[in-house]
C-alpha cells in the first residue's frame, strides 16, 4: 500500500520559515520522481516544485522561485520543501505527489497558512 504523509505544516507570519516533509512507503522511492502541489482557497491546484529521481534536475514555479528549495533523501525516503519569505499569498494546502511513467500518488496534504 503506498502511502504519502505530509508533516511540518502550521501558521506562520510573513517573512517566515516553514519546511514541510513528506514520507514516502510502499514504493521504489529511488524510482518515482517527487513533486510538491499548493492548491489555495477557491484555486486550481497548482505545481510549487518538483525534483527528480537522483535530484539532478529541480524546477520551480515562478511563484515560488528563489524563495522555496526542494530535496529529497532517497536514503530515507523522504522529500522535503524549505519555504522561505512565505507570503500571505502562500496560504494553501499543500500535498506532496510521486509519479513514475503513467503511476502517480498523492498524499493527503496539509495546511500551511501564512498570516499576522
Known amino acids: 500500500q503506498v502511502q504519502l504523509a505530509e508533516s511540518g505544516g502550521c501558521s506562520v507570519q510573513p517573512g517566515g520559515s516553514l519546511r514541510l516533509s513528506c514520507a514516502a512507503s510502499?514504493?521504489?522511492?529511488?524510482?518515482?520522481?517527487m513533486s510538491w502541489h499548493r492548491q489555495a482557497p477557491g484555486k486550481v491546484r497548482e505545481l510549487g516544485a518538483s525534483?527528480?529521481?537522483?535530484?539532478?534536475?529541480?524546477n520551480y514555479a515562478d511563484s515560488v522561485k528563489g524563495r522555496f528549495t526542494i530535496s529529497r533523501d532517497n536514503a530515507k525516503n523522504m522529500v522535503y520543501l524549505q519555504m522561505d519569505s512565505l507570503k500571505p499569498e502562500d496560504t494553501a494546502v499543500y500535498s506532496c505527489?510521486?509519479?513514475?511513467?503513467?503511476?502517480?500518488?498523492w498524499g493527503q496534504g496539509i495546511q500551511v497558512t501564512v498570516s499576522s
Open positions: 525534483i527528480t529521481m537522483t535530484g539532478a534536475i529541480i
Open positions: 510502499g514504493i521504489t522511492f529511488r524510482n518515482y520522481a
Open positions: 505527489n510521486a509519479r513514475r511513467g503513467i503511476a502517480s500518488f
